[in-house]
């Protein structure tokens, strides 16, 4: 089975860091170990020229404009289409891939909240984009939140199903702890190059919160660390599994998709992990076996989980190191695995759908 | 995912009628897609009235009974507990409601195949005074079951109704319970999906696949429960004014509000409707009122004090 599986994204460091588990090898492999060739195809809107010409020698991922992607689809003749990306840059490629089985990743972003609401404002562009979203067969999504919030605002009024697994995550390197007695405070720990001024704000209000900013030490993974001050200390973003070494507990102020590799590293190392529950680390974490969550986007909450950590921290150890469930599903092949029958699954509801309307038409 | 991979488990809810106890639980002893795991959360203080369920053949088989020591109100959280660890879904069925025997193969096939649902509120506007009515109902014989008349129907108040609630576990993690009174389960429920609706979809739907069954035109004074549910009511309204974080923004299954005047609403509309049931329902009404009244004395007091604090 042939599917094309299209990327819109903006180019941005944040949103290739999201799509880059998607292209990487070990998914790639997967899918066609399960009888799945993938075209990769990366639309983007300032593409020129090179609409279906493979710019990247040796790489799997054809980039296209727009334009070019309908030319692409005929030429390479897939059996569905899969598209990845924010919902809002993709309301014409759904309309131009109408007749092919059709399905959507909706993945984590980063202030998926905020542009959402935007969007519902702007009743008319979001009423042409929500019309576009009717040709999606089925949904495939990283977080239950994401999807239900979309479906609950009208969009994909004719999907036949949505399924929920997490994006796909290289295995890191790093060793488990072994659980024991911790006679200090832990050390609570954010990874996130990416993180903006706000999110190190409401970072440092959660401390305050917790009424023992003394006692509290955190460490922030940054890309351009500056120097910390009081209970914060900024380190470079190296890698995940040196910085998770140095530190206790992982804590994630703000979940988009490409924290999800911080976040499996931690468990598969015994640390702890404290995330917002509204998010796609939601369906990562059980709660109170693997870790902890709080009401996404409150302080106070996020105080109240690390008071929570830190209280327990010298009697039990263990509020999580169970995380195996959460790693073998985010693995490649696995991943892989699920993807390629969801793939199975929307051409059979597409073929049905198709027969069903064939059938009110003859009858 | 298949709908059969899913485990599915039913917490019947006892209050303190066996009759209506026993109509639900031969319901779900009957239903043809048969639960992996069915509980009877029960007061421990009524606990004595269902001490034959587990060995009753005409009950779900490995039926398990759970003691709540709560008495006056719904028992979720018990119910709950007991069942998370060893199912995937969970619908919680109150006393008196009947299910119809495809009622669970639904809700497997609609947890399987939109997974980012995570909790789904059946609204039962169905009601049956005889068992043996609601016995031979399901979902394609559903217009013999008398539903009342449509501007009763439309003026509702949901506190009123019976419902269904479905839960997905994975979604469950530290859900708050609040005490609320055993004959109101749509606080409890809609509490319990105003808190899942961030962490995936939930709706409330009339499935038309279950009924209600009543024992009968209510002779008992119905002052308490009025009172009970009025005062809930304006405890939920007076929370959610004070709580800046958790209703911010955001829609909810209950509008505390708008609840308190359908309730009024019906009960006039009935007490014109139903000579029958007139002494029931002026005593509902009364309670109601009552309630009011204590709610206004105490924020009048609370208004003096602070005065006298200046």
């Known amino acids: 089975m042939k599917v094309a599986i299209i990327f819109a994204t903006d180019g941005s460091d944040g949103e290739d860091a999201i799509v880059a588990p998607f292209v990487s090898a070990g998914f790639i492999d997967g899918l066609r170990h399960n009888g799945v060739e993938p075209v990769l195809i990366s639309v983007a809107p300032d593409h020129d020229g090179a609409a279906g010409g493979r710019v990247q020698p040796g790489s799997p991922l054809l980039r296209c404009a727009r334009d070019g992607l309908a030319a ?37 972003w980063r202030g998926d909240d905020a542009e959402a609401s935007a969007f519902a404002m702007l009743s008319l562009a979001a009423a042409r984009m929500k019309r576009a979203s009717r040709h999606i067969d089925g949904l495939i999504g990283t977080s239950r939140a994401a ?13 036949a199903f949505s399924v929920i697994l997490p994006p796909p995550v290289e295995r890191s390197g790093v060793a488990a702890a072994v659980p024991g007695p911790h006679a200090a405070d ?23 919160l917790t009424g023992r900013r003394d006692a509290v030490r955190m460490k922030i993974a940054v890309r351009n660390p500056t120097i910390g001050g009081g209970p914060v200390s900024f380190v470079a973003a190296a890698g995940v599994d040196a910085f998770l070494s140095a530190v206790d507990v992982l804590v994630v102020p703000a979940y988009d998709d490409s924290i999800a590799q911080a976040v499996i590293a931690a468990l598969q190392s015994g640390k702890s ?11 990562l974490i059980e709660y109170g076996r693997h870790g902890l969550m709080f009401a996404a986007g409150s302080a106070y909450h996020l105080a109240n989980a690390m008071n929570l950590v830190s209280q ?52 | 995912m298949i709908p059969g991979c899913l485990r599915c488990g039913v917490v019947a809810l006892a209050r303190s009628d066996r009759r209506l106890m026993e109509a639900t639980l031969r319901s779900i002893a009957r239903l043809t897609d048969a639960p992996n795991a069915t509980a009877l959360v029960v007061p421990a203080l009524s606990a004595h009235q269902f001490a034959d369920a587990t060995t009753n053949p005409a009950f779900p088989s490995g039926l398990r009974i759970v003691a709540s020591e709560s008495f006056d109100t ?67 014989d559903g217009p013999e079951v008398a539903s009342g008349s449509r501007l009763l129907r439309a003026l509702r108040a949901k506190t009123l109704c019976a419902n269904v609630l479905w839960v997905r576990v994975e979604a469950c993690g530290s859900l708050k319970f609040m005490a609320f009174p055993q004959t109101a389960e749509y606080l409890a429920f809609s509490s319990l999906l105003d808190q899942l609706r961030p962490r995936g979809r939930t709706r409330m739907v009339v499935s038309g696949a279950a009924v209600q069954v009543r024992s009968g035109p209510e002779r008992r004074s119905g002052f308490e429960a009025g009172r009970e549910l009025y005062g809930a009511l304006n405890r939920i309204g007076a929370w959610r004014d004070r709580s800046d974080v958790a209703f911010q923004g955001r829609t909810s299954y209950l509008e505390p509000r708008a609840e308190k005047l359908r309730l009024f609403g019906e009960q006039i509309l009935r007490y014109v409707g139903s000579p029958v049931s007139r002494p029931h329902i002026g005593s509902f009404i009364k309670g109601m009122w009552a ?17 006298k604090l200046r």
Do not use: K, N
């Open chain 1, 72 to 108: 692409l689809i005929v030429g390479e003749r897939p059996d569905a289409i899969q598209t990845f990306g924010p919902e809002h840059r993709l309301a014409a490629i759904w309309s131009l891939a109408a007749d092919q089985p059709l399905g959507h990743c909706v993945s984590c």
């Open chain 1, 147 to 159: 999807v239900g919030r979309l479906i609950a605002d009208g969009w994909f009024p004719d999907a």
């Open chain 1, 186 to 208: 832990p050390v609570f720990g954010i990874y996130d190059p990416l993180a903006s001024p706000d999110l190190v704000a409401f970072a440092s209000h959660a401390i305050d």
């Open chain 1, 273 to 283: 992990v404290i995330v917002p529950d509204r998010s796609g680390a939601a369906e």
């Open chain 1, 312 to 363: 327990s921290w010298s009697q039990t150890p263990v509020l999580l190191a169970e995380g195996g469930p959460a790693i073998a599903r985010t693995d490649p092949a696995a991943d892989a695995q699920s993807f390629a029958a969801v793939y199975r699954r929307l051409v059979s509801a597409h073929a049905s759908e198709r027969d069903d309307a064939r059938g009110f038409s003859h009858g």
């Open chain 2, 74 to 140: 719904l028992p979720l959280a018990d119910g709950l507990r007991a069942m998370a660890p060893r199912v995937d879904i969970i619908v919680f069925v109150p006393e008196g409601v009947v299910l119809g025997p495809d009622y669970l193969r639904r809700v497997r096939e609609t947890a399987a195949c939109w997974q980012d649902m995570v909790g789904e509120l059946d609204l039962v506007d169905r009601v049956a005074d005889d068992e043996s009515l609601a016995r031979s109902f399901s979902a394609a």
């Open chain 2, 291 to 307: 309630a009011r009244r204590e709610a206004a004395a105490t924020r009048h007091r609370i208004r003096d004090d602070i005065r």
